[in-house]
């Protein structure tokens, strides 16, 4: 009996380009705890004068949500102020989300989504700004998390949209209202992990007669690394080909021609 081959990334493959990709938000996250004193007059004064293309901008607190049961007593809930967490700046046009906090990074594209190089290189730049005022001294986890809601009228097929389908019982002949699939996978000698959910989002009206159908792709590291430019570069290039090879296939080919 033949071993399966080893599993390797090929980042230079290249990939179909959709204009109209179903992409809603696109997600890079970083997790990596601040060294640096995390002084809200500080950090606020020096990422507010770098970042003058994101005007609006949010003051961030963080809480902590107890509750205590004993035998016999009545639960009893309480809230802790944990303090001062971050800041989050929203871009002029509203496309653009960073956040900025003691813990870590995360910075959002939500839609029309445009290209991974504008995408990956305002991640980036902002990453850096983070990586300054925070001198994180390791990265815990990065996550690349891309969103994709495609639009079905009542009438269409789930089939024409994407290659897995949900199955019905063996001999139990009924209409699918809904489902919710999650598969999470290993990446064989690579520090990642993916997971992938699929589901139905039904109309909030009953005069609406369109359903969301949800490909929500998820990859991430595994394991703990310095916070080096190259390394977080090679890292995101080599999921943003997992996610891809997710998303293409996945996807049936009539969506595929609705997406061009």
């Not at 949800?214 to 703990?224: R, Y």
């Amino acid at each position: 009996m033949s071993l399966p081959s080893k599993f390797s990334i090929n980042t230079s493959e290249t990939f179909v380009r959709l204009p109209k990709a179903p992409i809603v938000e696109a997600v890079m996250e970083v997790r990596a705890q601040a060294e640096a004193p995390w002084d809200e007059p500080l950090v606020t004064d020096q990422l507010k004068t770098k970042l003058p293309d994101y005007p609006n901008v949010q003051s961030q607190q963080e809480f902590r949500h107890e509750l205590k049961v004993e035998l016999g007593q009545k639960a009893e809930g309480a809230i802790q102020d944990m303090g001062w967490k971050g800041l989050r700046f929203e871009s002029a046009d509203k496309l653009h989300i960073a956040q900025f906090n003691r813990d870590g990074f995360t910075f959002s594209r939500l839609q029309p989504y445009d290209s991974w190089e504008q995408f990956c290189g305002e991640g980036l730049r902002l990453w850096q700004l983070h990586v300054n005022l925070a001198k994180p001294a390791e990265i815990q986890r990065v996550g690349l998390r891309f969103i994709n809601r495609m639009v079905l009228s009542l009438d269409e097929q789930i089939e024409d949209y994407l290659q897995i389908l949900p199955q019905k019982p063996k001999g139990l002949d009924l209409p699918i209202g809904g489902f919710f699939h999650h598969e999470a996978l290993g990446v064989p000698g690579y520090p990642y992990a993916i997971n992938i959910r699929r589901t139905i989002q039904p109309p909030d009206k009953p005069t609406i007669k369109e359903i969301g159908l949800i490909l929500d792709i998820d990859v991430f590291t595994i394991e703990p690394f310095q916070p080096e430019s190259d390394i977080i570069e090679r890292y995101l290039a080599e999921m943003r080909w997992l996610k891809n090879k997710v998303f293409y296939g996945s996807i049936a080919p009539k969506a595929m021609e609705r997406f061009k």
